[in-house]
């Protein structure tokens, strides 16, 4: 199964970037899909942007134009570059994954804070 760890959060001030990582471990076949998330404070998790193995992305209208999502499918790693932040996209952001094989689980990593100072 595959197992998740997310790094590079921390306090940045407003306008300030941060680039978030996700590295995909385990025993597993091909992901298809990785993406990140976020839960703020008293909010439900709501989705960031995710990429499917093939490159087709999904952003949130709130990160589109900041939020560039990349992977790298021979390393099995997936990076959110986040430009521009705002107080509001503070946060802990959760990669996740599943695979291609049919009926696979949906894979969350522990998440990461970020924290922005207006």
């Known amino acids: 199964q595959v197992q998740l760890v997310e790094s590079g959060g921390g306090l940045v001030q407003a306008g300030e970037s941060l680039t978030l990582s996700c590295v995909a471990s385990?025993?597993?076949?091909?992901?298809?899909?990785m993406g990140w998330y976020r839960q703020a404070p008293g909010k439900q998790r709501e989705l960031v942007a995710r990429m499917t193995r093939g490159g087709v992305t999904n952003y949130a209208d709130s990160a589109k134009g900041r939020f560039t999502i990349s992977r790298d499918n021979a390393k099995n790693t997936a990076l959110l570059q986040m430009n521009g932040l705002k107080a509001e996209d503070t946060g802990v952001y959760y990669c996740n994954a599943y695979e291609e094989a049919a009926g696979s689980p949906t894979v969350w990593g522990q998440g990461t804070q970020v924290t922005v100072s207006s």
């Open positions: 385990g025993r597993f076949q091909r992901i298809a899909v």
